[in-house]
């Protein structure tokens, strides 16, 4: 694949005599200036990424995810929203972020670095940054806020990049999250093994095994919330529960695409064995129900 780059970049710059150049650089807007030859255009460009996320502060394989989701690192690329380059960025948002041609590969990907830097700052955290480069900050701060919904695309798109839902970044951001391009590699060895066979894995969805049963004894609108009215529902109780450890399991409202709830339930390996447990619980004083667990 990296010939196939460097053939097709060369071979653009000597048919129309160094128009354009042999190589695309950053402006010096926000520091040294860094370029990517279109010769050596993966190596470049998997340096570059590492650069401008380093100087922007912002997750090297996060942003170098994001823009292989939206361009698969073609710096010519053209959405049917009309969505130009390596960074796929709109006129009017090029225009307001001051990047001057978004076909200039490596400026782009310094003016992206530095926008997502700003929306994770603004947002609390690279899922909600990643809602508003594909839906539009105005949709990330419905998102927030409860008021909005998402477009499908911008649902897969968070998911694919982050390995989390888009619920999941709003109620519970995770605090540890691995996304390196590949474990057993450093990020520019993956980074360019990625930009050369075109394949891109999302991380693995992790999680405690979750039994099919659970005794269901309280619930909330977030996980503090429901840990909140389990210790409080669980007082006259609490000697059958001590050597147990509740599960909290998101499920959306039925109302809204954007809301649910957090159950606390206490898992069993059979329906029965979870009523069992329930009809103890009651004899004690405490609510309970059980339901079927499902991720």
């Not at 939206?70 to 972020?97: V, Y």
């Not at 619930?219 to 007082?235: D, E, H, L, N, P």
């Amino acid at each position: 694949m990296r010939y196939v780059f460097a053939f097709l970049f060369s071979s653009l710059a000597s048919l129309l005599q160094a128009e354009p150049p042999d190589r695309a650089c950053t402006t010096t807007k926000w520091g040294a200036q860094e370029c990517i030859r279109w010769a050596h255009f993966v190596h470049d460009t998997c340096q570059l990424i590492e650069t401008v996320s380093t100087r922007h502060k912002l997750d090297t394989d996060f942003f170098a995810r994001l823009i292989w989701q939206e361009s698969r690192f073609d710096p010519f690329a053209k959405s049917h929203a009309n969505a130009l380059g390596i960074a796929q960025f709109i006129r009017s948002t090029a225009d307001l972020r001051g990047l001057t041609d978004p076909f200039n590969p490596a400026d782009a990907l310094e003016h992206s670095a530095h926008y997502l830097a700003e929306m994770t700052n603004r947002y609390g955290n690279i899922g909600l940054a990643a809602v508003g480069y594909n839906g539009g900050e105005r949709r990330a701060e419905g998102l927030i806020n409860g008021t909005g919904d998402l477009a499908q695309e911008t649902v897969d798109y968070v998911r694919i990049i982050t390995g989390a839902d888009h619920q999941t970044w709003v109620s519970e951001p995770p605090q540890m999250l691995n996304l390196d391009l590949d474990q057993h590699k450093k990020f520019s060895v993956a980074c360019q093994t990625l930009a050369q066979k075109r394949r891109l894995s999302p991380p693995p969805r992790r999680g405690p095994a979750l039994k099919p049963w659970g005794v269901q004894i309280a619930f909330g609108t977030s996980k503090q919330s429901a840990k909140s009215k389990y210790t409080a529902r669980t007082k006259q109780c609490r000697l059958l529960l001590k050597n147990e450890q509740p599960d909290y399991l998101f499920e959306k409202s039925r109302a809204s695409r954007l809301k649910g709830y957090y159950f606390a339930r206490i898992g069993r390996d059979t329906n029965k064995s979870a009523w069992e447990f329930c009809n103890q619980l009651k004899a004690s004083g405490c609510l309970c129900a059980v339901f079927r667990n499902t991720r």
